[in-house]
């Protein structure tokens, strides 16, 4: 099984970049087909945030980071982008990437449970 290693987060302001990786590690790539991030607030859930195809460019982001969040990935199909513009405080969370064989309804949000590998999360902390 593949493992997922996450780099990036950190701090910024509001109105700043940030970006994040998530690489996947060697094994089988079968079970990183598709790939997402979700984001979990203090006492809040764990939620979607965007979601792509491995080798696809298209991608599914949830509205209120529409405009703002790129999913780009690398050549060689090893990792995975996260590109967050326009940072608001709201986007402080921990940020996580989750990896999938595939996933029935990608036009919907990611849900965790169809998910199967996860990188070990990564905080975002923007200040107004």
């Known amino acids: 099984q593949v493992q997922l290693v996450e780099r990036g987060g950190g701090s910024g302001h509001a109105g700043g970049s940030l970006i994040l990786s998530c690489r996947v590690s060697t094994g089988n790539t079968e079970s990183s087909n598709y790939m997402a991030w979700f984001c979990q607030a203090p006492g809040e859930e764990r939620e979607g945030v965007a979601g792509s195809w491995k080798g696809r460019t298209s991608s599914y982001y949830v509205d209120s980071m529409k405009c703002r969040f790129t999913i780009v990935r690398d050549i060689a199909k090893t990792t995975k982008y996260l590109q967050m513009d326009a940072l608001k405080p709201e986007d402080t969370a921990m940020y996580y990437c989750?990896?999938?064989?595939?996933?029935?309804?990608?036009?919907?949000?990611?849900?965790?449970?169809?998910?199967?590998?996860w990188g070990q999360g990564t905080q975002v902390t923007v200040s107004a």
């Open positions: 989750a990896a999938a064989p595939a996933i029935r309804r990608p036009w919907l949000p990611p849900i965790p449970t169809e998910y199967i590998v």
